[in-house]
T-cell receptor
Framework: GEDVEQSLFLSVREGDSSVINCTYT??????LYWYKQEPGAGLQLLTY?????DMKQDQRLTVLLNKKDKHLSLRIADTQTGDSAIYFC???????????FGTGTRLTVIP | DVKVTQSSRYLVKRTGEKVFLECVQD?????MFWYRQDPGLGLRLIYF???????EKGDIPEGYSVSREKKERFSLILESASTNQTSMYLC????????????????FGPGTRLTVL
């Protein structure tokens, strides 16, 4: 099955950019997602990218997809303390009803 | 807005008890999922269901069972709770994916933090 990997921790200073990286193994993944989980809460979809795109921008968020290397990244510009959370990358391989999640990256924003 | 609700936010049970975790979604989604979340391990899929009375084992089904008698409701059952089942349990639902939409985006409930003593 699909294997999705992320680093566990990232710390940045308030106002800096954050970049969270993710790799996946199944090249048939048609959609790739970024979810955010705030403390004590469930996951909420932050953004997604379709596999025929290289980049998607949504306000402070930029998603980059390198299909050749099976690498996905989420860039958060002007990171704020409210961005402190766990960020999960997820992939949706063709034919699968479920998503495959990474371990999550805990982003800590230092004031 | 899609809403996924879980019966309890916090639950404390004793070893050996039978535990029911309930999940309800209001968007007529075909797929429903149960995950457990542990620090450093991310989300691990326990079971999922793509239709009423249908179920599929995920990555860690041992010690769990599920029930889906109605489309909107998916229950997770711990037949005899053990301390290693102390965890955060997350329920999610999704449709089969509509063209032009976000594919098989999953919508999550708030989670149930289960402690087994």
């Amino acid at each position: 099955g699909e294997d999705v990997e992320q680093s566990l921790f990232l710390s940045v200073r308030e106002g800096d950019s954050s970049v969270i990286n993710c790799t996946y193994t199944d090249s048939s993944s048609t959609y790739l997602y970024w979810y955010k989980q705030e403390p004590g809460a469930g996951l909420q979809l932050l953004t997604y990218i379709f596999s025929n795109m290289d980049m998607k921008q949504d306000q402070r968020l930029t998603v980059l997809l390198n299909k050749k290397d099976k690498h996905l990244s989420l860039r958060i510009a002007d990171t704020q303390t409210g961005d402190s959370a766990i960020y999960f990358c997820a992939a949706s391989p063709t034919g699968a009803n479920n998503l495959f999640f990474g371990t999550g990256t805990r982003l800590t924003v230092i004031p | 807005d899609v809403k996924v609700t879980q019966s309890s936010r916090y639950l404390v049970k004793r070893t050996g008890e039978k535990v029911f975790l309930e999940c309800v979604q209001d968007m007529d989604h075909e797929n429903m999922f149960w995950y457990r979340q542990d620090p450093g391990l991310g989300l691990r899929l326990i079971y999922f269901s793509y239709d009423v009375k249908m179920k599929e084992k995920g990555d860690i089904p041992e010690g769990y069972s599920v029930s889906r008698e109605k489309k909107e409701r998916f229950s997770l059952i711990l037949e005899s709770a053990s301390t290693n089942q102390t965890s955060m349990y997350l329920c999610a639902s999704s449709s089969f994916g509509l063209a032009g939409g976000a594919g098989r985006e999953q919508f999550f409930g708030p989670g149930t933090r289960l402690t087994v003593l």
